[in-house]
């Protein structure tokens, strides 16, 4: 039934609840999985080679890339190895996350996309708004969001 299941992090507890499901389902469908982190592009990147000439700002880059491998490979690399599960890709992209997930959904086929969702209500919501709200809106297949256990619904 799925080909193919993009899993979304931002390496929140949701997250790592949610990559679970990704994880379960992947095995049962024998699914490819698509590990996906989106990092927030810089407000400007030009004001970085202001404060910090151009070989620095490449070194920050490059520091911060080896610390997304090392968080992937201690959340879900190590725990898929362990599990005996080897069809998987992982993805470090840099931008908007809804944008950025549709993208890869739509890039890698993708047939599910698994994301844990923090439930922001109230002002929260209005302010940041909701990654997931605006996946499920645009995605060009189903998307599963996974809360916590234990987190009660409340009317906003």
Do not use: C
């Given at each position: 039934m799925f080909k193919t299941i993009l899993f979304c992090t931002d390496f929140s507890e949701s997250a790592h609840?949610?990559?679970?499901?990704?994880?379960?389902?992947?095995?049962?469908?024998?699914?490819?999985?698509?590990?996906?982190?989106?990092?927030?592009?810089?407000?400007h990147p030009e004001q970085l080679s202001i404060y910090l000439p151009p070989e620095k700002v490449?070194?920050?880059?490059?520091?911060?890339?080896?610390?997304?491998?090392?968080?992937?490979?201690?959340?879900?690399?190590?725990?898929?190895?362990?599990?005996?599960?080897?069809?998987?890709?992982?993805?470090?992209?840099?931008?908007e996350a809804f944008y950025e997930i549709i993208q890869a959904a739509r890039q890698g086929a993708a047939d599910l996309i698994v994301l844990g969702t923090h439930g922001r209500t109230g002002l929260d919501h209005v302010f940041f708004g909701s990654t997931a709200e605006r996946v499920v809106r645009q995605a060009p297949c189903p998307v599963m969001t996974v809360r916590l256990p234990g987190k009660r619904f409340t009317m906003a």
């Open positions: 609840w949610a990559f679970t499901y990704a994880l379960n389902l992947s095995k049962i469908h024998g699914s490819r999985l698509l590990i996906l982190h989106v990092t927030p592009e810089p407000v490449e070194d920050l880059r490059t520091a911060q890339k080896q610390g997304l491998e090392r968080e992937l490979k201690t959340h879900y690399l190590q725990r898929m190895d362990l599990e005996g599960f080897h069809e998987y890709q992982v993805l470090i992209k840099e931008g």
